[in-house]
């Protein structure tokens, strides 16, 4: 028996040429469209990068990690330390940022994986916590000032850049960066042993572990990468709006649009934080820009994650590939009828 059909094998004609088409569109979005939907591009790129860090824990080993954003914090705060503090160039920072999220992840991964559940995600809520108030109170770190990093891209080009250019020299660094983040995803956990292996010990820990699956070691791997994606996308970030306040970039709020980006698109699978990544960012960029509200979208937002859970758990992806059960789908809106009725 074969399974599921992936959703662009389903259009019309080679799906080399989708493939195709989609990277000319991403390489020359910022030289059709000028320097405004080039940032749009940009943190779209940011938010499907930073959902994949989130769904290599969340999809594809189960954990629900609800300090993940302080990852993207740490490596931010990196970054600007090693710039504004210390002088050093941005690849120095970029190492940095590395190098602190393996060392914390780590160190964080020892004793909260040995938990599960729920205590698994207030334990990481709880380090995220305190990580930001640490932030706040640390001289380091700039405290409740934050951090001002010297003006990008000059920090990389060597000379002043007008605005168009420089949000097309970040576009171009964020798109690597996603590129680079989705073909690692597709490789370790579509392709590799070592996806097999996250995927076992997320169904039955007990049978793979029967199996010869050193577990502990595996969720270790996998929780360390997913925090060190999370971090460099970080440390870009900061290079890039070149001012870090632990307000910002340690913000529960990074965390929650992980997982609901992750949960949209679908989770455990690759182009799930795509979809659902695209979907929250779109909604809450344009309903600023055109509707002159930061908040309208959270309805919206609020309505598709309670459809999502009843009708379609797999999420969109799941829908394109006709994953979703049309009996559960009667059954559910069967249940909700008889309870309005009883309201």
Known sequence: MSGPVPSLDRLPGEPRYWYAGLAVLLVAWPLLFGAFWARIGLGALMWIGL???????????????????????????????????FGYPFLVGFGLAILVSTVVAYLVAVPTLRLTGAYFAIATWAFAESIKQAALVTGITGGTFGLSLPRSPETFIGVPVPFEIAETFFYYAMLVLCLATMALTYYLFERHEFGYRVKALRDDQDAAESLGIDTTRVKRQVYVLSCVVAAVFGSVHAWYIVYVHPNDVLAPIITDRMVIMALLGGLGTLTGPIAGGLLVFLLERLSSVFLGSTTFYLPLIGILIMVTVLFAPSGIIGILRGEVDRDDVRKNVKELGEKFDLL
């Open 51 to 85: 959902a994949q860090s989130w769904n290599m824990i969340g999809g594809y080993a189960g954990y629900l990690d609800f300090g993940h954003g302080a990852y993207f914090g740490i490596g931010a705060f990196a970054a600007a330390v090693a710039m504004a503090q």
